[in-house]
């Protein structure tokens, strides 16, 4: 399917979700996120997916200066725009039964830094910042930023994000646990398809179960999460990889996941 706002690769197990509005650092309109949220409703086939930003940007946040949360009513615009069109994306991704990694170079802003750190890994250029500067306009974090930030970081440095509106650069954002990996900036695309290929190539069934399990965490009792793994566990342990990785183990050879 051709996109207006984002370009569509499949890299061979991995789907390559590139935001493509170089010219505006991908600032993104609700129309964005609409194509996101189509292009991962229909994965065709991928183990992985990987999601990116043409240019030195991967996303400098809602496109706001282009007029595109309208300025009739702007409450009411700007309400209809998060619940109709950014947050279902955001849900799509984390709905996925498939791994998800983010490729971060130079800014990941606003509604551009929730959707980078809701990837499973975070795989950041070394000229990559993140930033929560709705404060410096009077607005709050959206994206899901509030629910994401302090169980990625903490409360405290949270409120340091969302509160005082500055630049988390990369070492440091590496450094408070908030993502997986700071490399060189021309490193950048190479390492993360390297990461998302490898997942690709994973025990997907197993995999979608983790990041299932993962976003309950946090929400649920020690016993609900013991259960809820052996539910996952008895779900897994009847797929084809399941099977495969135990021969492996017996033979002593690498495991050949074909994702069933």
């Not at 996925?96 to 929730?114: F, K, Q």
């Not at 990559?128 to 994206?143: E, R, T």
């Not at 949270?158 to 954002?173: D, I, Y």
Request: hydrophobic residues 50%; negative net charge; aromatic residues 6%.
């Amino acid at each position: 399917m051709t996109y207006q706002h984002i370009l569509e690769e499949p890299v061979g197990d991995v789907l390559v979700l590139t935001l493509n509005r170089p010219d505006r650092l991908n600032a993104a309109p609700p129309a964005l996120f609409d194509e996101l949220r189509a292009a991962l409703g229909d994965l065709n086939g991928a183990r992985a997916v990987l999601i990116a930003g043409s240019g030195r940007a991967f996303c400098s946040g809602a496109d706001v200066a282009g007029g595109a949360l309208g300025s009739d009513n702007p409450g009411d615009t700007t309400y209809a725009a998060l619940t109709e069109h950014y947050n279902p994306a955001m849900r799509a991704i984390a709905e996925l039964d498939v791994p998800v990694v983010s490729a971060v170079r130079g800014p990941a802003a606003g509604i551009g830094c929730s959707l980078a750190l809701a990837a499973d890994f975070c795989v950041a250029s070394d000229t990559a910042y993140f930033l929560q500067a709705f404060v410096n306009i009077g607005l709050v974090p959206d994206g899901g930023a509030s629910w994401m930030l302090p169980r990625l970081i903490g409360r405290a440095r949270a409120a340091e994000m969302m509160m005082l509106g500055e630049r988390v650069a990369a070492a440091r954002a590496l450094d408070w646990g908030m993502i997986h990996k700071v490399v060189p900036d021309e490193a950048l695309d190479g390492e993360a398809l390297a990461l998302a290929a490898r997942l690709a190539a994973g025990p997907t069934m197993a995999l979608g179960l983790m990041r299932r399990a993962l976003g309950q965490a946090l929400e649920t009792d020690y016993a609900t999460a013991m259960t809820a793994e052996a539910q996952a566990q008895r779900a897994a342990r009847g797929s084809a990889d399941s099977m495969e990785g135990g021969m492996a183990f017996l033979q002593k050879r690498k495991p050949n996941f074909t994702g069933r």
